[in-house]
């Protein structure tokens, strides 16, 4: 079965310091995956996503990550946080149900961003 | 083009009570998908609606139910309310989920709390 493992529930960093949220996937196939960050009461916005094309993806607001077939990874960095980047990360592969798409989530990462 | 809506934002009930939350997609899309978020099971998929017909479906109890009008809009019922219901309720639209992955676009949601 296909899912996705966020390594860290909460990460925090200093403003203007880099930002690494880990997430591992397991799929018995070449996976599509997605990183959606959902501020306070607010919904999920779709920050980038990865489907077999280029393995370094790039996304909205700075952000980038890298598909690593050999450490089944999918990593979401950014060079330098910025305040309005606290919010909640989740790392989502796209499975197959009865032939429909179906979004499987991590459990998420909160990003605490210090001044 | 204006976004997902969700309406009400906030309700809270008693046990035992029942629920409906209401989710208008945006314009053209006929696909509308419905998850539960808490903090324990984090965001969970509900079911999915494509032209009034649910398509697809999570591993909720039959007191979740749905369904979705002609003009794409949908609502979400829950019958016989528990504390364990108590939840933000996110729904989603997209043109398709069938076949190759069209992003979802979620709304606010409704955060629900079962007193």
């Known amino acids: 079965a296909q899912s996705v493992t966020q390594l860290d529930s909460h990460v925090s960093v200093s403003e203007g310091t880099p930002v690494l949220l880990r997430c591992n996937y397991s799929?018995?196939?070449?996976?599509?995956l997605f990183w959606y960050v959902q501020h306070p009461n607010k919904g999920l916005q779709l920050l980038l996503k990865y489907t077999s094309a280029a393995t370094l993806v790039k996304g909205i607001n700075g952000f980038e990550a890298e598909f690593k077939k050999s450490e089944t990874s999918f990593h979401l960095t950014k060079p330098s946080a910025h305040m309005s980047d606290a919010a909640e990360y989740f790392c989502v592969v796209i499975v197959l149900s009865g032939g429909y798409n179906k979004l499987i989530f991590g459990a998420g990462t909160r990003l605490a961003v210090h001044p | 083009k204006a976004g997902v809506t969700q309406t009400p934002r906030y309700l809270i009930k008693t046990r035992g009570q029942q629920v409906t939350l209401s989710c208008s997609p945006i314009?053209?899309?006929?696909?509308v998908s419905w998850y539960q978020q808490t903090p324990g099971q984090g965001l969970q998929f509900l079911f999915e609606?494509?032209?009034?017909?649910?398509?697809n479906k999570g591993n909720f109890p039959g007191r979740f139910s749905g369904r979705q009008f002609s003009n794409s809009r949908s609502e979400m019922n829950v019958s016989t309310l528990e504390l364990g219901d108590s939840a933000l309720y996110l729904c989603?639209?997209?043109?398709?989920?069938?076949?190759?992955?069209?992003?979802?676009?979620f709304g606010p949601g409704t955060r629900l709390t079962v007193l």
């Open positions: 609606y494509f032209s009034e017909t649910q398509r």
């Open positions: 799929s018995s196939y070449s996976p599509s």
């Open positions: 989603a639209s997209s043109l398709e989920q069938r076949g190759p992955y069209n992003e979802q676009f």
């Open positions: 314009s053209g899309h006929r696909s």
